[in-house]
């Protein structure tokens, strides 16, 4: 069993900042090492996409659209993963979503959804 609690979304003006958090906890995560954690998003009408992945290493890798202006980070002791995003767009609107990547096969676990909403 993995639960991610996510939180920090909202709705900001262009320019803003927001800091997005999720949090990781349940059984499954004292038996399967993490891969990696990180940060999906999904606009209205547009497929869910990667925004930016964090390995158990610390390895990062950001979308293109996100690169400069979102900074993915974790604290492997509290299994937390953070977006800062700042210098936000109105492009940037969409339900984020965390994600986390466990074991040998890989099982992928997903939060709720979080609404980022940024207006012109």
């Known amino acids: 069993q993995v639960q991610l609690v996510e939180s920090g979304g909202g709705l900001v003006q262009a320019g803003g900042s927001l800091k997005l958090s999720c949090a990781a906890s349940?059984?499954?995560?004292?038996?399967?090492?993490?891969?990696?954690m990180g940060w999906y998003r999904q606009a209205p009408g547009k497929q869910r996409e990667l925004v930016a992945l964090?390995?158990?290493?610390?390895?990062?890798n950001y979308a293109y659209s996100v690169k400069g202006r979102f900074t993915i980070s974790r604290d492997n002791a509290k299994n937390t993963v953070y977006l800062q995003m700042n210098s936000l767009k109105p492009e940037d609107t969409a339900v984020y979503y965390c994600?986390?990547?466990?074991?040998?096969?890989?099982?992928?676990?997903w939060g709720q959804g979080t609404q980022v909403t940024v207006s012109s």
């Open positions: 994600n986390l990547n466990l074991g040998l096969a890989h099982y992928d676990y």
């Open positions: 349940g059984s499954t995560l004292s038996t399967l090492r993490i891969n990696t």
């Open positions: 964090i390995t158990n290493g610390g390895r990062t």
